[in-house]
T-cell receptor, first 113, second 112 residues
Framework: EPEVTQTPSHQVTQMGQEVILRCVPI?????FYWYRQILGQKVEFLVS????????KSEIFDDQFSVERPDGSNFTLKIRSTKLEDSAMYFC???????????FGSGTRLTVV | QKEVEQNSGPLSVPEGAIASLNCTYS??????FFWYRQYSGKSPELIMF????GDKEDGRFTAQLNKASQYVSLLIRDSQPSDSATYLC????????????FGRGTQLTVWP
């Protein structure tokens, strides 16, 4: 079964450092998303991406965040200057245009110290 | 208001019983509803989606949607210990291709 692949699975970084989280969506999917889940809390939307541009972003997705699809397969989330409160599981997701739900990647656990 | 509310549980049922998970939402513009299962430390896995009023069945799972009452539920028949997980309700607004709003989840334990 096709999978969304995320790397790394766990990243520890110092406050103020830049991190890049990487995702390889399912190959025939056209819509890409980043969500995050702080420990014990709900899954929160960050940003959606379609046709090489952001289609929607939440209030969480401020100027510290950016997304990129640098080639035909990768989809990245960059956090420029990490804060302690950025510690969370970050999930990449993708979907086809059939509207039958997302497929989530296995996640990257980001720990900011 | 974009909230999705779920009874937080924990819900505990014996093996073989029916587990009933409930979800309410406040945005009448919601068009699509999804149930995800999330094991501890893992990513959400899609179980079912439902767009139309009524019931939708898939194996041991039945999703029920009542848009007038702004209520969606998930029934799990013949519950198994492997069903023990947190169940996330999510809704989409308007286009089915947009962002999802998640509830906090209901923790289900199925004991042998």
């Amino acid at each position: 079964e096709p999978e969304v692949t995320q790397t790394p699975s766990h990243q520890v970084t110092q406050m103020g450092q830049e991190v890049i989280l990487r995702c390889v969506p399912i190959s025939n999917h056209l819509y890409f998303y980043w969500y995050r889940q702080i420990l014990g809390q709900k899954v929160e939307f960050l940003v959606s991406f379609y046709n090489n541009e952001i289609s929607e972003k939440s209030e969480i997705f401020d100027d510290q965040f950016s997304v990129e699809r640098p080639d035909g397969s990768n989809f990245t989330l960059k956090i420029r200057s990490t804060k302690l409160e950025d510690s969370a599981m970050y999930f990449c997701a993708s979907r086809s245009d059939r509207g039958d739900g997302y497929t989530f990647g296995s996640g990257t656990r980001l720990t900011v110290v | 208001q974009k909230e999705v509310e779920q009874n937080s549980g924990p819900l505990s049922v014996p093996e073989g019983a029916i587990a009933s998970l409930n979800c309410t939402y406040s945005d009448r513009g919601s068009q699509s509803f999804f149930w995800y299962r999330q094991y501890s430390g893992k990513s959400p896995e899609l179980i079912m989606f439902i767009y139309s009023n009524g019931d939708k069945e898939d194996g041991r799972f039945t999703a029920q949607l009542n848009k007038a009452s702004q209520y969606v539920s998930l029934l799990i028949r013949d519950s198994q210990p492997s069903d023990s997980a947190t169940y996330l309700c999510a809704r989409g607004r308007g286009s089915t291709l947009g962002r999802l709003y998640f509830g906090r989840g209901t923790q289900l334990t199925v004991w042998p």
